[in-house]
């Protein structure tokens, strides 16, 4: 059963604002969670997510930071070692490389290396992937949800529509882990429902979108929506398609992909990110283990090509999972 | 001329003046980039430029001025995203840079790279960065290379104010004054780290005594004029050759347009606070010492920029006419 379908009353609004809302609640529910980051401020928020918390919350809350990732970062997981709950935006996911050290040595591990001592509640969020405009190119679109979810210690999420958006936002600040929150930057501007006030979604969850008997498409971020748009499709062709949305990569929640294929039988996995290593590699081999004796024909992937994004437009559309690309391999995998 | 352990003194000897043709051909340039720059921000909003677009307006002195004193079969440039203007100043033919800017697969970078990576080995000019601070250990690199090398060439690596917040900033600098390397690390204070000023990013106002801890000499130059920053650079390229020791030069400007296309100042900056840089245009600054020399009339002045802009809308044409890189393409040099 789909667990999104919000059964309190929704307003339309693109992830942005939902994200927006987020915040806004948990700044006012709690005086420990603070914001940091370039241009959150003043300027409110390059993607807009911090729009008007600067002047709402004030300067101590919502903290412009120079171009300084690898120390602000530090500086929350300072902050989250002493009590605070700091959300730490990288302006754009790629530039959280620079801050890769305090991810992966400090963020991801002072919980465990401190034998439990200390907490470093605090989150990392911002858009990865090739949007929300176009021509981003190679230093400033990638998809690098593979680093963040191979470390253990860090909790990762991300998010596919808006009313999730919000509610694993608030969830994630609320988490007493360090969680990397993973906006999908081509499904920044984009609309949907967002349930109103209060709510929380769980950031262990996998989600069923679409029940289905023929196959099971699997995605996570901005690729759900193209798990959705082949679904239909493939109805074309008489084939029924299973929608997952992974939502959850580290813990990740194999439980509705596993339910699916054992109904389907059949798999395939599609992904913005670069095929080798990524998180869908991960869910095949968790397929394989797991779900052997159910599969009937080979799990199938579609994704981003390996390469940087390149800047012509013909170049950067070829590089990014393609609708019929899907659909083929999803036919593909059926017949077999 | 601020300094630490070393200073570069101004030769006794009157430097020999300018000839009227490099004056003009300054001129020319600085127009040429103004031009550029114009052209370039239309074909964004008409649709054929994607993604990002730094323009350089009102920066020009900084490149031209410097770039003139270069050594052009031995120097080299690392540049950051705001790498137009240099790219022209550096001898690139404008149609390759509007070919990259429309994604063209006889742009400078194949339209791999599109606005932020330019690159043109053959020109000496080594990128075009995105990441701010990216290429400052990079030119450091080129300056250990040019050391091993006949001929003592130099590397001059551009960044912004912003840049100077960045570790590897530091790193570098200290790196490049341990190994004496011959690099030329050049702040181009625009007063603007995107939306946040100066004062809201950098501990101290003096971007020079953020330098000054590394034991090599620091100059804070007049980035408008370009006559100074010719006659500075002149002195520090000699010296850094001679010495093979790195020198950091602040040059103070001023951006005319928003950080990128989409970003409008006035959130930020007051016309008020705009009106002395433009009384003080660089472009202005030379056409009023020409004419006052009496080595240009406004008249040729008016003509020159005619021409200019013919000459530059006939290369956009044929940068327009070119083709888009073919599909095939798109996993070329992703490795040799
Ligand atoms: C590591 C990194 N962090 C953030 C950004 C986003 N960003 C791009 S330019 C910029 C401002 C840089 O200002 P400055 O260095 O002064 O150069 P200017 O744009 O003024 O030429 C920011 C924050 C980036 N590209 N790289
Ligand atoms: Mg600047």
């Known amino acids: 059963m789909a667990t999104t379908a919000p059964a309190m009353k929704t307003k339309k609004m693109s992830m942005h604002e939902a994200l927006n809302q987020a915040l806004r609640e948990e700044l006012s529910r709690d005086e420990k969670v603070v914001i940091l980051g370039e241009e959150v401020g003043l300027y409110n928020g390059v993607h807009y997510v911090t729009r008007g918390l600067y002047q709402e919350f004030g300067k101590d809350r919502v903290i412009d930071t120079p171009i300084s990732e690898e120390s602000f970062v530090g500086v929350g997981v300072g902050m989250a070692i002493m009590g605070f709950r700091p959300v730490v935006e990288m302006m754009r996911m790629d530039f959280s490389l620079r801050a890769m050290d305090q991810i992966y040595n400090h963020m991801a591990k002072i919980h465990y290396m401190s034998g439990g001592h200390l907490k470093v509640p605090m989150v990392l969020r911002g858009p990865e992937g090739p949007g929300p405009n176009p021509g981003l190119t190679a230093q400033h679109g990638q998809q690098l949800t593979a680093l963040f979810a191979h470390c253990p210690g860090l909790r990762v999420v991300t998010p596919a529509t808006q009313h999730d958006a919000k509610g694993m936002l608030k969830a994630a600040i609320r988490s007493d882990d360090p969680v990397v929150f993973l906006e999908p930057g081509p499904l920044n501007n984009k609309q949907g429902e967002v349930g109103e006030g209060e709510y929380l979604v769980p950031l262990d969850r996998a989600d069923t979108k679409r029940e289905g008997g023929d196959i099971t498409l699997i995605g996570y971020g901005a690729s759900v929506a193209l798990c959705l748009q082949a679904a239909r499709e493939l109805e074309h062709d008489g084939l029924s398609a299973a929608v997952i949305d992974m939502r959850c990569l580290r813990p990740l929640d194999m439980q509705p992909a596993l339910a699916s294929v054992a109904k389907t039988g059949r798999a395939l996995i599609v992904e913005y990110a670069w095929q080798s290593y990524g998180p869908g590699a991960e869910i095949v081999a968790r397929l394989m283990q797991d779900a052997f004796w159910d599969l009937d024909a080979p799990v199938g992937r579609v994704s981003g090509k390996e390469t940087p994004l390149p800047y012509a437009a013909n170049l950067e559309e070829l590089s990014k999972p393609q609708l019929d690309e899907i659909v083929a391999k999803a036919k593909e995998i059926a017949a077999a | 001329m601020s300094t630490t352990s070393e200073s570069i003194p101004t030769p006794a000897a009157a430097r020999p003046g300018r000839s009227s043709a490099q004056w003009k051909r300054m001129l020319r340039m600085m127009i040429t980039i103004r031009e550029f720059e114009h052209l370039g921000e239309q074909e964004f909003r008409n649709g054929l430029i994607r993604g990002y677009y730094h323009s350089y307006a009102g920066q020009e002195a900084v490149g031209v001025g410097m770039l003139e004193a270069l050594d052009p079969s031995h120097d080299y440039i690392v540049d950051h995203y705001r790498d137009h203007g240099h790219c022209l100043a550096m001898g690139i033919d404008a149609e390759q840079v509007f070919a990259e800017l429309f994604g063209r697969r006889t742009g400078v970078s194949k339209g791999k790279g599109g606005s932020m990576h330019m690159y043109s080995p053959d020109k000496h000019f080594l990128g075009g960065d995105g990441i701010v601070g990216g290429g400052i250990s990079v030119a450091a690199g080129v300056g250990m290379a040019l050391k091993r090398m006949p001929g003592k060439g ?25 190994w004496d ?132 809308e006939a290369k956009a044409e044929r940068a327009r006419q070119a083709p888009a890189p073919e599909a095939r393409e798109l996993f070329d040099d992703v490795m040799i």
């Open chain 2, 154 to 178: 130099l590397c001059v690596c551009f960044f912004g104010d912003g840049a100077l917040d960045t570790g590897t900033f530091h790193e570098s600098l200290n790196l490049a004054s341990l």
């Open chain 2, 181 to 312: 390397l011959p690099v030329v690390f050049v702040c181009i204070n625009n007063q603007y780290s995107m939306g946040t000023s100066l004062q809201r990013h950098s501990s101290l106002s003096q971007l020079v005594d953020r330098a000054s801890g590394y034991g090599m000499p620091t100059e804070q130059i007049d980035g408008q004029d370009v006559g100074a920053v010719y006659s500075a650079s002149e002195r520090i390229f000699a010296a850094v050759r001679e010495r093979q020791r790195p020198c950091f030069i602040e040059a103070l400007t001023y951006r005319y347009q928003g950080h990128g296309i989409h970003d409008k100042p006035l959130n930020y900056r007051t016309t008020e606070e705009e009106e002395p840089w433009r009384r003080r245009d660089p472009i202005r600054l030379l056409s009023e010492k020409l004419i006052e020399e009496r080595q240009m009339t406004p008249a040729q002045i008016e003509k020159m920029r005619q021409e200019v802009t013919a000459e530059l």
